[in-house]
């Protein structure tokens, strides 16, 4: 994970890569991954909540914490209390945490959210150009450190959205001298004529994902998830499998069942009902399908295919890892593997080595 954020610090320009640890660190932990990227030199993090930011500050209590989902009503005293910075997106937002600066409390730099194309959360582009060129009394009594707003279509490098988005950004930027800015997620490393401007807010590559899709992942792989096998059995043709009996084996096959299920966060649209394709594991290298459906603590795998040496009561399957990607993981349970990875569930044992 380190060695990944250190490859994209090398792509930040002569900024910064900073890096998103929300969804306790995509899956990983928050407090590994702070300490680990903190060690390595990391010196800015970006959460979702303030409870993630109290968790990250308690590893990092020199770093810049920034909290992504906005100033919730009434909670300036919590951000003041760990020094995490709000991503103030509305003018509710900016005028409260004014406000509450003027009343002297002493507080980290705030972020100005500025949307250009999400509609999800931030100013209006529009909005952001009225604050910056007729309000900068507002911009100083908020106390903003940082001028941001999020791709929505990055890791498509021929979505003519994204030159639209860094042309809007670049007015805002060029509307609020001297504060620094930040445009680019883990996929905006990779877009060409892309700013890297002052600070980089790299996620899902950290990990291990593919921020450019379609290509070879110039990322390494962080995360490798395996299970075990609890149970053999061979069926006859015609022999229905699992809830609902939705599979049916076309000839004599070899079942192995293994401790892992959704409860553990894997999807249940991994399931492989009869005819479609489903999820799969890999058992001594061999891609081995899953059958019928993904229940709540067990998944039915087809090892037909795989040496009988590997398909032993208590032998380990890969989930994840090999040529079982984070990408792949995700095509086969119909999602994409951002969820892949944070859905991790906490039943299972997380071992760290070298982060």
Known sequence: MVSNWRA???????????????ADAYGIGIEPAVSALTQGGCDTFFVAHVSEGIRTRAVAPDATVYVLNGLLPGTCDAYAAHRLSPVLGSHDELLEWAGFRQGGAA?????????????????????????ARE???????????????????????????????I??????????????????????????????????????ALYGGNPTPGQPNPMKPVVGLTARIIQLRDVEAGMQVGYNGRWTAKGRRRLATICLGYADGYPRNASAPEGTAGGFALVDGVSCPFVGTVSMDLIIVDVTDAAPAACK??????????????????????????EILTNLGRRYTRRYVGL
């Open 8 to 22: 994209l610090s090398g792509l930040a320009g002569t900024g910064h890569a900073g890096a998103v640890v929300k």
């Open 167 to 204: 042309a809007a950004f670049s007015h805002i930027v060029e509307a609020l001298p001297g504060i620094p800015a930040s445009i680019k997620n883990s996929s905006g490393h990779f877009l060409k004529d892309c700013p890297s401007y002052q600070v980089t807010r790299p996620g899902y």
């Open 135 to 165: 309000r900068k009394d507002t911009i100083e009594a908020a106390g903003i450190g940082l001028v941001m707003t999020h791709f929505a279509s990055s890791e498509d490098v021929g979505d003519p959205a994204n030159a639209r988005q």
């Open 107 to 131: 507080v980290a730099p705030a972020a100005l959210h500025v949307d250009t194309a999400m509609n999800r959360l931030g100013l209006w582009q529009g909005e952001g150009l009225s604050l």
């Open 313 to 338: 009561r208590g032998a380990a399957v890969t989930l994840i890892g090999g040529s079982l990607d984070l990408e792949a993981v995700g095509a086969g349970a119909k999602t994409i593997g951002y």
